[in-house]
């Protein structure tokens, strides 16, 4: 439900966001560029808890932190309302849900959710600014449920750099050049998305091999036993056949 190809993930704790910005938006090969608190499809999200203002009920609900360059960067369609202002300072209350959060909240259609206000765990007041369609944010055996994306700063982890290059290796020594004036000793650690994504499937692709393995093992000794029953069966009844052919039997 979202783009993962070609997109360079990068570790950014401890790093100004905006510094990184105008650090790395000056190569011409990122189309896009991103902020979250989590990779989208690998690493999970924040679990929260809501409270509807018209009934007073609280439910939990799936959470990412994220800017506005989230939507363009991974393909993602806004359905009603609009995306984050380019203004931490401006962004702070307001969320971008998703199709499962309007259902489970019964706010109607997605425009019908847009400027609906909802209490978050610790009594901050948010505003949807935004409905987007659902796309699997978590492990595939986690589900889609309801999730939305709320914009702060203090809460980015990754950022996300849609990568368009045809020299890889170039643009890659490249960036790990313009790291070090923000990132001093620290080392400029990337990997591309999908390969995250790949790893957190690693398990899962481990377990099917084993059990394909085991699978064929049990069929081989299965096939193995019937062959020497067989063969048992003939050398037992060698004499009988030979005997029933000289008596006129046909073959």
């Known amino acids: 439900g979202f783009n993962r190809e070609n997109i360079l993930t990068v570790d950014v704790r401890g790093i100004d ?18 902020y979250s608190s989590h990779i989208p499809g690998a690493s999970g999200s924040d679990r929260t808890f809501v409270v509807n203002a018209a009934n007073r009920d609280s439910t939990e609900v799936m959470r990412m ?11 993602l369609t ?6 984050f202002v380019d203004d931490y300072n401006k962004c702070g209350n307001d969320i971008i849900v998703n199709e499962a959060f309007v259902t489970q909240f019964k706010l109607g259609r997605p425009p019908d959710a847009v400027g609906r206000v909802f209490t978050l765990a610790g009594g901050k007041e948010v505003r ?9 944010y978590m492990h ?14 203090r ?16 643009t890659l020594t490249s960036m790990e050049a313009a790291w070090k004036p923000i990132g ?4 400029f650690s990337s990997k591309f998305l999908d390969d995250y994504i790949q790893e957190a499937y690693d398990l899962h692709l481990s377990l099917v091999k084993i059990c394909g393995f085991l699978g064929a ?11 020497g029953m067989v063969v048992f069966t003939v050398e037992n009844r060698v004499k009988e056949v030979g005997v029933r052919k000289v008596m006129g039997a046909s073959s």
């Not at 932190?65 to 393909?75: K, L, N, R, V, Y």
């Not at 949807?128 to 699997?136: A, H, L, R, T």
């Not at 809460?155 to 170039?170: C, G, P, R």
């Not at 049990?218 to 096939?223: G, H, P, T, V």
């Open 128 to 136: 949807v600014v935004g409905v987007m369609k659902d796309f699997q």
């Open 155 to 170: 809460k980015f982890n990754y950022a996300f750099l849609a990568v368009q290059s045809t020299d890889l290796l170039s």
């Open 78 to 83: 806004l359905l009603a309302g609009n995306n």
């Open 184 to 187: 001093g000793e620290r080392k």
């Open 17 to 34: 966001p905006q510094l990184f910005r105008n650090q790395f938006s000056k190569f011409s090969q990122v189309r896009s560029m991103s």
């Open 65 to 75: 932190f994220a800017d506005h360059g989230q939507i363009a960067t991974f393909g």
């Open 217 to 227: 093992l049990a069929i081989s000794i299965s096939c193995l036993g019937m062959i």
């Open 140 to 153: 595939l055996e986690e589900g889609i449920k309801s999730f939305f994306y709320q914009c702060d700063v």
